[in-house]
């Protein structure tokens, strides 16, 4: 789920490291009028990133999800946006937290560092909280004695397992995923269940999780990740959409001849480029679509379209 934020950080540094070499590696090309567009360029994108970085450590992080633990309410290849304020901050997992908002409720869904490797973020539905008391009966959940309804559950298999399905090292910590407890979750831990029940390595496996290690409550989906060929012909038509954009002032400014030969000629050649640039990225749009045809592409569009924007329940 870090691809996303490892992306970031790698931004980041050669930002950081530009901003050093400009800065202290040759101080004459700073100096020099001649690079400021440069230096101005490199200096808004390091603020810029470091703002984002900061954000991100304090108000929302991006996650991408790789496994099909919690399907069908989130699908692998889903880009989603987990706010880290609501459940205030534990610093490096170690202390209580501190600045909270609100505790995890029953039914959140939330990103947390996964107990047996710290190394790797999980997402799961919380379904018991301090004093609950949780008993799995053939695939049914039981909170305090009381059958749970969850419209958004999974199962992939009818068949019922047993503790002689898994070896000692894989087998659930109560002795079966589809039957156990009561199990009485205890102060500052959270059950954690995938809601797609018969593929999801959870607490059923390794126990409640510790409140320190919450991360964040997922929020948002806003994109979700096309096939190869349907993204570059969705990116080449609207980098098309927005070359036609900037033509059209471009078009309708009449030329000044205050301006000067030099500046008539460069708009001239930056007119020319963009539209170059326009007609090669509609071609190779149209290009990619016959190639994998045009109800292959609106129905991955139509796909993304009804994954972008949804709050995540």
């Given amino acids: 789920m870090e691809n996303l934020n490892t992306i970031l950080y790698i931004m980041a540094g050669v930002l950081t490291l530009a901003e050093a070499v400009i800065r202290w590696g040759f101080p004459a090309f ?22 984002a970085l900061s ?11 790789p496994t099909g633990s919690m399907e069908d309410t989130l699908l692998v290849g889903d880009y989603l946006l987990v706010k880290k304020y609501e459940y205030g901050y534990s610093l490096f997992n170690k202390t209580p937290r501190f600045l909270q908002f609100k505790k995890p409720q029953k039914g959140d869904i939330l990103v947390f560092v996964y107990p047996e490797d710290p190394s790797k973020d999980f997402i799961k539905r919380c379904r018991g909280v301090a004093g609950d008391v949780l008993e799995y009966k053939n695939k049914e959940l039981y909170i305090n004695g009381v059958k749970q309804d969850e419209p958004y559950v999974k199962h992939i298999s009818s068949r019922i397992d047993s503790p002689a399905d898994y070896n000692i090292v894989d087998r659930p910590r109560y002795g079966s995923r589809d039957n156990f407890g009561p199990v009485t979750v205890e102060a500052g831990q959270y059950f954690m269940m995938g809601d797609n029940r018969d593929n999801s390595l959870d607490s059923r496996f390794w126990g409640p999780v510790d409140e320190k290690l919450i991360k964040g409550k997922a929020w948002v989906i806003y994109w979700h990740s096309l096939n190869t060929a349907n993204f570059i012909a969705l990116f080449s038509l609207v980098t098309g959409a927005v070359c036609f954009l900037m033509l059209i002032p471009m078009w309708a400014r009449k030329p000044n001849p205050a301006d000067g030969e ?21 071609v190779l749009a149209g290009a990619v679509i016959f190639t994998v045809g045009l109800a292959e592409f609106r129905e991955g569009l139509g796909f993304l379209g009804s994954r972008m924007f949804r709050l995540i329940h």
């Fill in 30 to 51: 700073r100096k020099n009028p001649a690079n400021a567009g440069t230096i101005e360029t490199v200096d808004s994108l390091w603020v810029a990133m470091i703002i």
């Fill in 55 to 65: 954000l991100k450590a304090v108000l929302v992080q991006p996650f991408t999800i």
């Fill in 262 to 282: 030099l500046l008539l000629q460069e708009a001239e050649s930056t007119k020319k480029f963009i539209l170059y640039l326009m007609v090669g990225v509609f």
